[in-house]
T-cell receptor
Framework: DTGVSQDPRHKITKRGQNVTFRCDPI?????LYWYRQTLGQGPEFLTY????????KSRLLSDRFSAERPKGSFSTLEIQRTEQGDSAMYLC????????FGPGTRLTVL | AQKITQTQPGMFVQEKEAVTLDCTYD???????LFWYKQPSSGEMIFLIY??????QNATEGRYSLNFQKARKSANLVISASQLGDSAMYFC???????????????FGKGITLSVRP
């Protein structure tokens, strides 16, 4: 499978816990994006990497959120001290031009 | 102001008929790209079609075509010969800036639910 993959697909956690998600982009894509999608809404941009450089972060990305893309390959998104409002689908996309999305990680914070 | 507006309520279409999903956008950037994505219940966003602001012709991809009316700032998706598998959420999105070095994030609308009836 040469598409974008994300792990895990589902995560249930208790409020206050830390969670980390992983995204593996399409191998030749140098750009990688994270979006968050809540129920009934379209995806909202969180952050974007070109190779290993994080070039833009949304205001939605509070201090509790951090993303990395070591070596310009896979990326991780960590949420510290999760809150119930963090419950959402977290989508990763990669591109050379058009963005191709992964299946998402659905986070539920209890 | 919203950059992408999708205001239609849930849409219904009979199998094999055509359907138009509306999208209007707002930008002051002369260079931009418009996209449509499909999101079935599984959650994955599937790229359907792209239209650049400088493209002279409307984009087409198989059964999908984009009715691009630049002066009206609309980019409606037309699905011809609807199939049961077309039932899904459809999102319109915009990327401002045209070159590969420009701001590449997508701004999405709220989406439209399409249900295809047998």
């Amino acid at each position: 499978d040469t598409g974008v993959s994300q792990d895990p697909r589902h995560k249930i956690t208790k409020r206050g816990q830390n969670v980390t998600f992983r995204c593996d982009p399409i191998s030749e894509h140098n750009r990688l994006y994270w979006y968050r999608q809540t129920l009934g809404q379209g995806p909202e941009f969180l952050t974007y990497f070109q190779n290993e450089a994080q070039l833009e972060k949304s205001r939605l990305l509070s201090d509790r959120f951090s993303a990395e893309r070591p070596k310009g390959s896979f990326s991780t998104l960590e949420i510290q001290r999760t809150e119930q409002g963090d419950s959402a689908m977290y989508l990763c996309a990669s591109s050379l031009a058009e963005q191709f999305f992964g299946p998402g990680t659905r986070l539920t914070v209890l | 102001a919203q950059k992408i507006t999708q205001t239609q309520p849930g849409m219904f279409v009979q199998e094999k008929e055509a359907v138009t999903l509306d999208c209007t956008y707002d930008t002051s950037d002369p260079s931009y790209g418009l996209f449509w994505y499909k999101q079935p219940s599984s959650g994955e966003m599937i790229f359907l079609i792209y239209q650049g602001s400088y493209d002279q012709q409307n984009a087409t991809e198989g059964r999908y075509s984009l009715n691009f009316q630049k002066a009206r700032k609309s980019a409606n998706l037309v699905i011809s010969a609807s199939q049961l598998g077309d039932s899904a959420m459809y999102f319109c999105a915009m990327r401002e800036g045209y070159s590969t070095g420009a701001n590449s994030k997508l701004t999405f609308g709220k989406g439209i639910t399409l249900s295809v009836r047998p």
